[in-house]
T-cell receptor, first 115, second 110 residues
């Protein structure tokens, strides 16, 4: 139990569907992250939020839309995905505002399959 | 970003120390060395980090060479539950990017 909870743990969706991944942290952290881990590939940083403001968008396609309504919650809205978007999506949080520590706490991930 | 290089895999015996090397010859002065591990199908787990000095916590020890071009993560008494992919990362708080490479797949054998 890391204090970072992701739901759903598994999601199967068609290419025309719209779905959302949810992340909640109970650690009092100010920064939250989305990472993508495709099969046989390293983790890729997607988005970083600090104090609910997006500070990093790592060239992610617009079919992935993040939302951070408060410092405890982070969403990843998905629409018109492609089969190659099938991956494990990991959420993380960390302390810091402005200067972010590299000590991230990860959730267990949401396994996404796009048919 | 400074890049790190790690061996793709290594085996170690249960109960023995596991020494995991990492090269980071282009690390800059404000970049820390971070270590994470990822057990199969789980999210990565933070292990330890350091800048110049050697560090120790309840999980591991981190030895950084004086020129900071390489480091070694030491798991003092490896157990089967330490089987995982271990990542060495050079991180600067200036750019927010904790970038993971391929890591070292460590297999602890009974």
């Amino acid at each position: 139990e890391t204090g970072v909870t992701q739901t759903p743990r598994h999601l199967v969706m068609g290419m025309t569907n719209k779905k959302s991944l949810k992340c909640e942290q109970h650690l009092g952290h100010n920064a939250m992250y989305w990472y993508k881990q495709s099969a046989k590939k390293p983790l890729e940083l997607m988005f970083v939020y600090s104090l609910e403001e997006r500070v990093e968008n790592n060239s992610v396609p617009s079919r992935f839309s993040p939302e951070c309504p408060n410092s405890s919650h982070l969403f990843l809205h998905l629409h018109t995905l492609q089969p190659e978007d099938s991956a494990l999506y990991l959420c993380a949080s960390s302390q810091g505002a402005g200067v972010l520590t590299g000590e991230l706490f990860f959730g267990e991930g949401s396994r996404l399959t796009v048919l | 970003d400074a890049k790190t290089t790690q061996p793709p895999s290594m085996d170690c015996a249960e109960g023995r120390a596991a020494n995991l090397p990492c090269n980071h010859s282009t690390i800059s002065g404000n970049e820390y060395v971070y270590w994470y591990r990822q057990i199969h199908s789980q999210g990565p787990q933070y292990i330890i980090h350091g800048l110049k000095n050697n560090e120790t916590n309840e999980m591991a020890s981190l030895i950084i060479t004086e020129d900071r071009k390489s480091s070694t993560l030491i798991l003092p008494h490896a157990t089967l539950r330490d089987t995982a992919v271990y990542y060495c990362i050079a991180y600067s708080s200036n750019d927010y990017k904790l970038s993971f490479g391929a890591g070292t797949t460590v297999t602890v054998r009974a």
